[in-house]
């Protein structure tokens, strides 16, 4: 199996707008590499949250569930 840029998710707490964009990010990476794409070669992992932020931004538009952090 090709190692992912991304970890394997563990927690993740899809009505959070950053482990929705993570999420989204993940499963269009898994996509990539089941199309025979290279990580690191085929795209990056700019390039997977690039790809996933429109995704995930029109899910929190449309939820009113998602929250997101205040504090770090």
């Known amino acids: 199996m090709t190692k992912s840029l991304i970890r394997d998710l563990r927690h993740t707490d899809a009505t959070t707008l950053e482990d929705l964009v993570l999420v989204m990010a993940k499963n ?6 089941e199309a025979g794409a290279t ?25 009113g569930v998602i929250t997101y952090r205040t504090e770090f």
């Open 39 to 63: 990580p690191g070669e085929d795209y990056t992992m700019r390039d997977l949250f690039n790809w996933s932020t429109p995704f995930a931004l029109e899910v929190f538009k449309k939820s």
């Open 28 to 33: 269009i990476e898994h996509s990539l590499i």
